[in-house]
Nanobody, 114 residues
Framework: QVQFVESGGGLVQPGGSLRLSCAAS????????MGWYRQAAGKQRELVAR???????GYIDSVKGRFTISRDNAKTTIYLQMNSLRPEDTAVYYC????????WGQGTQVTVAS
């Protein structure tokens, strides 16, 4: 049973940075592609960034150049470095498989406000 545990969220001012972490249980061969999703209040969950087993990545336009997805050497922890944060980045952030998500974790709240 693959599970994802997210951490690293918090309150940050506009222009600030945060680094999210996601620990995934399970073999790296079963947990990719992986991605970071977010869900803002009253909105649908959206995929923000993804990483394939070979390390290739993809981002939605609104975060390109600001967010970076990466992973550890064991390929079981992925990170999301978020720079130049904006109020519209406020959301609960989750990690999960792409495109067929498994059970969702609790996520980690990111709030960008003055």
């Amino acid at each position: 049973q693959v599970q994802f545990v997210e951490s690293g969220g918090g309150l940050v001012q506009p222009g600030g940075s945060l680094r999210l972490s996601c620990a995934a249980s399970g073999s790296p061969f079963t947990i990719y592609p992986m991605g970071w999703y977010r869900q803002a209040a009253g909105k649908q969950r959206e995929l923000v960034a993804r990483m394939n087993f070979d390390g290739s990545t993809g981002y939605i336009d609104s975060v390109k150049g600001r967010f970076t997805i990466s992973r550890d050497n064991a390929k079981t922890t992925i990170y999301l470095q978020m720079n130049s944060l904006r109020p519209e980045d406020t959301a609960v952030y989750y990690c999960n498989n792409v495109p067929d998500a498994r059970a969702w974790g609790q996520g980690t709240q990111v709030t960008v406000a003055s």
